[in-house]
């Protein structure tokens, strides 16, 4: 087994010690950072997740497997920095104003880390023009909305409305999530995408980001 | 006797308890409002400004729990008593609150005036349920009306009283106002409640500005509150169900302390929706067994701290009105009336509390009514000697004309409405109506049945007032007319 295979399976066992070690070793091995990253440390996650959506595994297993992706990370981020290697992708992600659910948006929030994404989570109850702000102010190019509530679901569109408003909608795309949301209602309110779990959202972002 | 379903031993309730207190005096709470942060400080809680965290003391939660009522009562818009929260007493009241309405082709879509007031109607002849809920949001008016609407359609077609709760605090003062129409004044609606509202602290161990406010308006006017903590086993509670109840516990009582304090004597229901999270499918199973055993075993401690309960149970995860949407419902039914909850939150809600039925209304009717006898239990009536009896039996041959029998079968019998099948006929036809269809016929047929309540002219018109005005406030001129809806 390669270093990067022993990397991705230390990932799928959810071991953060082993799954540094074998990042420092990699790097001893004078392996690319991209490479360390791409075909280690998120080949690893890959496979988590489609087990986990294969029913085979449970939450548990992919949150510890995010966890050993982190402590790999760590030890790469200083190469991945230096080489100008960015991240997997910005996104700024927060419940709208009026809600307070954020029980799902953090679990989205768990996963996209896991699966090498750069997170910027503003929270929850937050006003439609700091989703805007803080998207330009971390270069970010998608903004993830959630809403629990019907009486907040209308904000998803304001902030939408005032992202075209700005002249912004072609930079930053938009995509929605919670339980009173459906593709039919992400359509109608114009935003660019809607996942109806963590684990989709992951698989929908990153088709985004091509 | 009646039967009584514990999950927990009385020492494990005991040591939950005392687990609970020593979490509030250690750990505490976070309370985000300045006003019983300073209340609670005068009365000898630590408070930590710059958290706003407050740790409190045996003494302040043991007076909470001297001055909280150990039992009250709702009265419908007649003024007349529907519930007794005392000795146990069991009653039912839809699930709320759902996002979707599942009609009678198993669609979901978006709920509208016409199928609240069509909900509102049929609650009026839902016998085995005992008050309204706001059980779904209209999607024809503006969110900003969304909760006071839903009460008002409650108040103007229903006479039961209602379990509903605000989306924000703005609508407080509306919902409230119309309460005093109906009793006609503010002392009169505190001598007979007509509603509940539903009071959330959020899990882990906080009570957002919003949701005190909300609560500190329901004490100030003793309009009873219901506490729902609302864990997820393994997400953001214990995996174990001993250690959720801890952290239930801890919430309850809280919440408990701040309406005691604002306003001592403020009627709560000890409630829950304490809830498995599935780590499979990332969802949180109101109708895993687990589930069911928390709003028992919430409601056992609820009861070992005198006081009446409430639980989210008697409903379903289904999406459809299926096998397991009868399962989930009929046995939360039972093992919620067994457990002796005061007010049982579920029949008429599916899919993860998203959706709602009118047709599993009417079958949630009759799960209902089953639970409810069998929580009677089994009582002698004139059955010991038991031998004249039995000799009337050998000599006629059967019992079916025995004063005996014409005496107490209607009583000791429960008979169900046509949703249920015991006829044994539907078998030998060779295309039987569905669960569905048969629920559907009985949904038409209590519509065309619906009396009005007899609500006086100048209440009614005084309702609209308010409505229309509130609803101009939020920039809708124009609420749906009830003629296009009926
Ligand atoms: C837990 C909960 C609460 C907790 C929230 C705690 C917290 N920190 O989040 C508390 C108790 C505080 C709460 C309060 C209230 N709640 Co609440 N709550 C729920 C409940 C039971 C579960 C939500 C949940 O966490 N699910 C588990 C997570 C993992 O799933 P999820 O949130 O759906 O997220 C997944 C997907 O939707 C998606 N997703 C979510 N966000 C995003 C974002 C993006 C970008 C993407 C791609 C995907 C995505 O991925 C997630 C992970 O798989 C729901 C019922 C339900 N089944 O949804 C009611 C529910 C949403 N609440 C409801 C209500 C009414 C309220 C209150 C108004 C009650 C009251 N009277 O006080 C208040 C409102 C407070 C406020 N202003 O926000 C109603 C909503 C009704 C409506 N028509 O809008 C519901 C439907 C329950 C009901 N039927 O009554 N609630």
């Given at each position: 087994m390669n270093i990067l295979q022993k990397l991705s399976e230390a990932i799928q066992q959810g071991d953060d010690r082993l799954a540094a070690s074998a990042t420092q070793k990699a790097i001893e091995q004078q392996l690319q950072a991209a490479e360390i990253l791409n075909n280690g440390l998120i080949a690893g996650m890959d496979i988590i997740g489609q087990r986990f959506r294969d029913m085979e595994i449970f939450l548990p297993d992919v949150l510890m497997a995010a966890r050993a992706m982190h402590a790999g990370m760590d030890v790469l981020k200083p190469l991945l920095l230096q080489a100008g290697v960015e991240s997997r992708g910005k996104i700024i992600l927060g419940t709208v104003k009026g809600d307070l659910h954020d029980i799902g948006k953090n679990l989205v929030a768990i996963m996209l880390k896991g699966a090498g994404f750069e997170i910027f989570d503003l929270g929850v109850d937050v006003e439609a023009g700091r989703f805007i702000d803080a998207a330009v102010k971390e270069k970010a190019s998608i903004i993830g909305l959630s809403a629990l509530l019907t009486t907040t679901m209308p904000a998803m569109k304001e902030i939408i409305d005032l992202l075209k408003e700005r002249g912004l909608s072609d930079q930053i795309k938009i995509i929605v999530g919670g339980a009173p949301l459906s593709q039919e209602s992400a359509n109608t309110m114009g935003a660019n995408s809607y996942a109806k779990d963590a684990a989709s959202a992951v698989e929908t972002i990153k088709a985004m980001m091509v | 006797m009646k039967p009584t379903l514990h999950f927990l031993s009385d020492s494990l309730a005991q040591q939950i308890i005392d687990e609970a207190f020593h979490t509030l005096c250690t750990l505490g709470i976070e309370i985000q409002d300045n006003t019983l942060l300073s209340l609670l400080a005068e009365r000898g809680a630590t408070v930590k400004k710059e958290s706003s965290r407050v740790i409190f003391t045996e003494d302040i939660i043991n007076n909470a729990l001297k001055d909280v009522p150990s039992t009250f009562c709702l009265y419908d818009i007649h003024g007349h008593q529907t519930h007794d929260f005392s000795h146990a007493n069991v009653h039912f009241t839809p699930g709320s609150s759902a996002l979707h309405i599942t009609d009678k082709e198993g669609i979901k879509r978006k709920p509208m005036t016409a199928d609240y007031i069509q909900y509102v109607k049929l609650m009026t002849r839902m016998d085995h349920i005992a008050s309204q809920s706001t059980a779904f949001v209209p999607d024809d008016v503006n969110e900003q009306i969304a909760d006071s609407y839903r009460l008002y359609l409650s108040l103007m077609f229903g006479s039961k009283p209602v379990v509903t709760g605000t989306f924000s605090e703005k609508s407080f003062d509306i919902m409230k106002s119309m309460q005093i129409v109906i009793r006609g004044s503010e002392v009169a609606l505190a001598e007979k409640p007509l509603t509940i509202f539903t009071c959330c602290p959020n899990t882990p161990f906080k009570w957002t500005d919003e949701t005190i406010t909300v609560l500190t308006a329901c004490a100030k006017a003793s309009i009873p509150i219901e506490l729902v903590s609302v864990p997820m086993t393994g997400f953001i509670s214990p995996v174990t169900l001993a250690g959720t109840l801890i952290l239930h516990t801890v919430e309850n009582?809280?919440?408990?302390?701040?309406?005691?304090?604002?306003?001592?004597?403020?009627?709560?229901?000890?409630?829950?929706?304490?809830?498995?999270?599935?780590?499979?499918?990332?969802?949180?199973?109101?109708?895993?067994?687990?589930?069911?055993?928390?709003?028992?075993?919430?409601?056992?401690?609820?009861?070992?701290?005198?006081?009446?309960?409430?639980?989210?149970?008697?409903?379903?995860?289904?999406?459809?009105?299926?096998?397991?949407?009868?399962?989930?419902?009929?046995?939360?039914?039972?093992?919620?009336?067994?457990?002796?909850?005061?007010?049982?939150?579920?029949?008429?809600?599916?899919?993860?509390?998203?959706?709602?039925?009118?047709?599993?209304?009417?079958?949630?009717?009759?799960?209902?009514?089953?639970?409810?006898?069998?929580?009677?239990?089994?009582?002698?009536?004139?059955?010991?000697?038991?031998?004249?009896?039995?000799?009337?039996?050998?000599?006629?041959?059967?019992?079916?004309?025995?004063?005996?029998?014409?005496?107490?079968?209607?009583?000791?019998?429960?008979?169900?409405?046509?949703?249920?099948?015991?006829?044994?006929?539907?078998?030998?036809?060779?295309?039987?109506?569905?669960?569905?269809?048969?629920?559907?016929?009985?949904?038409?047929?209590?519509?065309?049945?619906?009396?009005?309540?007899?609500?006086?002219?100048?209440?009614r018109q005084e309702l609209m007032r308010l409505m229309k005005a509130e609803a101009a406030r939020h920039g809708q001129e124009h609420l749906p007319n009830f003629s296009d809806t009926e």
């Amino acid at each position: 087994m390669n270093i990067l295979q022993k990397l991705s399976e230390a990932i799928q066992q959810g071991d953060d010690r082993l799954a540094a070690s074998a990042t420092q070793k990699a790097i001893e091995q004078q392996l690319q950072a991209a490479e360390i990253l791409n075909n280690g440390l998120i080949a690893g996650m890959d496979i988590i997740g489609q087990r986990f959506r294969d029913m085979e595994i449970f939450l548990p297993d992919v949150l510890m497997a995010a966890r050993a992706m982190h402590a790999g990370m760590d030890v790469l981020k200083p190469l991945l920095l230096q080489a100008g290697v960015e991240s997997r992708g910005k996104i700024i992600l927060g419940t709208v104003k009026g809600d307070l659910h954020d029980i799902g948006k953090n679990l989205v929030a768990i996963m996209l880390k896991g699966a090498g994404f750069e997170i910027f989570d503003l929270g929850v109850d937050v006003e439609a023009g700091r989703f805007i702000d803080a998207a330009v102010k971390e270069k970010a190019s998608i903004i993830g909305l959630s809403a629990l509530l019907t009486t907040t679901m209308p904000a998803m569109k304001e902030i939408i409305d005032l992202l075209k408003e700005r002249g912004l909608s072609d930079q930053i795309k938009i995509i929605v999530g919670g339980a009173p949301l459906s593709q039919e209602s992400a359509n109608t309110m114009g935003a660019n995408s809607y996942a109806k779990d963590a684990a989709s959202a992951v698989e929908t972002i990153k088709a985004m980001m091509v | 006797m009646k039967p009584t379903l514990h999950f927990l031993s009385d020492s494990l309730a005991q040591q939950i308890i005392d687990e609970a207190f020593h979490t509030l005096c250690t750990l505490g709470i976070e309370i985000q409002d300045n006003t019983l942060l300073s209340l609670l400080a005068e009365r000898g809680a630590t408070v930590k400004k710059e958290s706003s965290r407050v740790i409190f003391t045996e003494d302040i939660i043991n007076n909470a729990l001297k001055d909280v009522p150990s039992t009250f009562c709702l009265y419908d818009i007649h003024g007349h008593q529907t519930h007794d929260f005392s000795h146990a007493n069991v009653h039912f009241t839809p699930g709320s609150s759902a996002l979707h309405i599942t009609d009678k082709e198993g669609i979901k879509r978006k709920p509208m005036t016409a199928d609240y007031i069509q909900y509102v109607k049929l609650m009026t002849r839902m016998d085995h349920i005992a008050s309204q809920s706001t059980a779904f949001v209209p999607d024809d008016v503006n969110e900003q009306i969304a909760d006071s609407y839903r009460l008002y359609l409650s108040l103007m077609f229903g006479s039961k009283p209602v379990v509903t709760g605000t989306f924000s605090e703005k609508s407080f003062d509306i919902m409230k106002s119309m309460q005093i129409v109906i009793r006609g004044s503010e002392v009169a609606l505190a001598e007979k409640p007509l509603t509940i509202f539903t009071c959330c602290p959020n899990t882990p161990f906080k009570w957002t500005d919003e949701t005190i406010t909300v609560l500190t308006a329901c004490a100030k006017a003793s309009i009873p509150i219901e506490l729902v903590s609302v864990p997820m086993t393994g997400f953001i509670s214990p995996v174990t169900l001993a250690g959720t109840l801890i952290l239930h516990t801890v919430e309850n009582l809280s919440g408990l302390i701040l309406s005691q304090i604002v306003n001592p004597g403020t009627p709560v229901l000890y409630g829950g929706c304490a809830s498995v999270y599935d780590m499979r499918h990332s969802t949180m199973s109101m109708g895993a067994v687990e589930s069911m055993m928390l709003a028992c075993g919430s409601a056992q401690i609820g009861q070992t701290l005198g006081l009446p309960t409430q639980a989210y149970i008697a409903l379903s995860d289904s999406a459809h009105l299926d096998a397991q949407a009868g399962m989930e419902t009929g046995m939360g039914a039972v093992m919620a009336a067994t457990a002796g909850i005061s007010n049982i939150s579920g029949p008429g809600i599916h899919d993860f509390l998203n959706s709602f039925s009118l047709e599993k209304l009417i079958l949630d009717n009759e799960s209902c009514a089953m639970a409810l006898r069998a929580a009677k239990g089994i009582e002698p009536k004139e059955d010991f000697p038991a031998i004249p009896l039995f000799e009337e039996l050998l000599k006629e041959t059967h019992l079916l004309i025995s004063d005996h029998t014409r005496r107490h079968f209607k009583k000791e019998i429960l008979f169900p409405g046509p949703v249920i099948d015991r006829s044994n006929s539907l078998t030998r036809t060779a295309s039987p109506p569905t669960l569905m269809e048969r629920a559907h016929s009985e949904v038409r047929r209590h519509l065309h049945a619906y009396e009005a309540p007899a609500l006086a002219e100048d209440k009614r018109q005084e309702l609209m007032r308010l409505m229309k005005a509130e609803a101009a406030r939020h920039g809708q001129e124009h609420l749906p007319n009830f003629s296009d809806t009926e």
